[in-house]
């Protein structure tokens, strides 16, 4: 219901219902939609008319079923006539639906370029799975130079899982070259925006002092932090393990340290 009422407001901003102060709307005349039902045929008939908004609202009902049949194909037609005409998030949209082969035939080239198109719009999701698929090579030629800019620009917008896969490939120095007060200032941002991946990343850069100071207490607060981030299972897991083993390499003078440091 929450989601029904979020999307009937959105139309009648879509519709320019409300007139500005102490002025008569200049279709007054309109007849206003006062059902869920009502507002469903002005958005069917605004996405007909070509209005992008009204086209990605419908193809993201159809394709989440919200008050219509689920049915992704109708979804992408919406979303891709919304993201023909410019719409950063139908464009996204319609690429994750390609890259998941829903709705429509898998393509990843689809996926790529919709999701190029999106990303240079600054949309965020959009900017990390593009650099996602260009550091694998998933159904193209990998380009890391490429993939490691929009990382970047993914992480300025505050995406952390951009930033951490960044660190990671800042610190392996493979794909490009290694550079690690960057790759760790990058998880350290991740980190401290509480990203399990990057805790434990961050921690083990810290007790194998690749390029850094080993540092067991440094290393000691981050798995912590991550061994009790239990919605996250698995990296929980090896944390919880790691720390164990880190816990018999301190001296009695630096667990002393660690624990109260985390008091």
Known sequence: MALRNCLFAAFLCLAGIAPA???????????????????????????????PQAQFYLGYM??????????????????????????????????????????????????????RQAARKKLVDAQYALAALLETGEGAIANPIEAAEWYQRASDLGSIDAANNLAIMLMRGTELEKDVPRAIALYRVAAEAGLANAQFNLAAAYINGDGIAADYVAAHRWLVAAA????????????????SELEKRMTPAQLDQARRSQN
């Open 228 to 243: 009790h981030q239990l919605d996250k299972i698995a990296v929980a897991d090896q944390a919880g393990k790691v720390l």
């Open 21 to 51: 102060s102490g002025q008569e709307p200049a279709h007054a005349s309109v007849s206003v939609p006062t059902t869920y039902g009502d507002a469903m045929r002005w958005y069917e008939n605004a996405a007909q008319a070509g209005h």
């Open 62 to 115: 159809y394709e989440t079923g919200v008050s219509v049949a689920r049915d992704t194909a109708k979804a992408a037609n919406w979303y891709r006539r919304a993201g023909e005409q410019g719409h950063a998030q139908a464009q996204y949209n319609l690429g994750q639906l390609y890259y998941r082969g829903d709705g429509v035939a898998k393509n990843i080239a689809e996926a790529t370029g919709w999701y």
